[in-house]
């Protein structure tokens, strides 16, 4: 088993994936931050810049270890830069087919013993890991939003992801400073996304009924249930068209419970997608 010090993280440029991206450099290791064009890549070199110099703000980081963390990051666009990775991590839009084919490309690109981590938030690992053609190497890593502070990563295995991936990416867990859970049933959502979907759903459907304002609906779970936030502020920050690509599939697999109600789908229609277009459920700007 070789070494991992170079990660690649493709889809690099997006929400999670400079996020993922800049957790593992902090943690020490050289990353490949990979996306469809420069645009990406470079706004997802800015998102980390900004994170990074609020840890060094907080006083979590020093200014010596940003600077190392920020050299140890190079970006490209395509996949033929993930060759030199010893370890994958794909974060691209929340597409089984767009995913399946990425994963089906990077197993001829990157070495045999490379295991392939994926982000996504719902679809099955083992429907991922055969276009691959390496379903023992492939595995689920599921990061919360945003992925420097949040401290879980859900770790799923498919049918035959192979004890040694599932060892080898808990360790890795541990030097990203992550805890993790186990999904050991490879299923739609595993463990995090069925529960907090169910929650997000109920409260659109408050909204959606006029039963109390998306505010309060927020703050219910704020200050009633202790929550960091409120499920809709939660949807707002993740994005309703991930959202609702995740509803779709989940509808799919577990019925009507996981449909999107039409308060969500007019917000997609009109282009409104949350708080990286400025405007979802409330509106806060555009996110950071
Ligand atoms: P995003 O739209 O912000 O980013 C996706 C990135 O992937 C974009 O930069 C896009 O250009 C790039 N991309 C698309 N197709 C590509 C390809 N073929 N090759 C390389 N790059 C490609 O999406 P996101 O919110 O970061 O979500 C990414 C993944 O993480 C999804 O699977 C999503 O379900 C999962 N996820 C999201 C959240 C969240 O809160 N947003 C939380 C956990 C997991």
Request: charged share 25%; aromatic share 6%.
């Amino acid at each position: 088993m070789t070494e991992i010090r170079r990660i690649a993280v493709v889809g690099g440029g997006g929400q999670m994936g400079n996020g993922i991206g800049q957790v593992a450099a902090v943690a020490g290791f050289d990353v490949t931050l990979l996306d469809v064009d420069r645009d990406a890549t470079d706004r997802g070199l800015a998102r980390i810049d900004k994170s990074l110099a609020r840890l060094v703000k907080r006083g979590d980081l020093t200014e010596d270890e940003r600077d190392r963390a920020r050299a140890r990051i190079t970006t490209g666009t395509g996949l033929d830069a993930a060759a030199e990775a010893d370890h994958v991590i794909e974060a691209i839009v929340e597409d089984l087919a767009a995913k399946q084919e990425t994963f089906a490309r990077l197993d001829g690109i990157c070495q045999p013993e490379v295991i392939f981590a994926s982000n996504t938030s719902q679809f099955p690992i083992s429907a991922i890991g055969r276009a691959s053609g390496r379903a023992d190497r492939v595995i689920g890593t599921h990061w919360f939003n945003p992925p420097p502070i949040m401290r879980l990563i859900e770790v799923v295995r498919g049918l035959e992801t192979s004890d040694q991936t599932l060892a080898t990416v808990l360790d890795l867990a541990g030097r990203f400073g992550k805890q993790t859970i186990v999904c050991h049933k490879d299923t739609a959502g595993f463990v995090t996304s069925r529960l907090i979907m169910a929650l997000i759903l109920e409260a659109m459907r408050l909204a959606e009924e006029g039963v109390a304002d998306v505010a309060d609906i927020n703050k219910a779970a704020v200050l009633g249930f202790n929550h960091a936030m409120g499920p809709l502020d939660t949807v707002d920050l993740g994005g309703l068209d991930t959202f609702i690509k995740a509803s779709a599939s989940m509808t799919e697999a577990y019925g009507e419970r996981f449909r999107s109600p039409q308060i969500v789908r007019t917000l997609v229609n009109a282009g409104h997608y949350g708080w990286k277009t400025g405007r979802g459920f409330s509106d806060r700007g555009t996110a950071e």
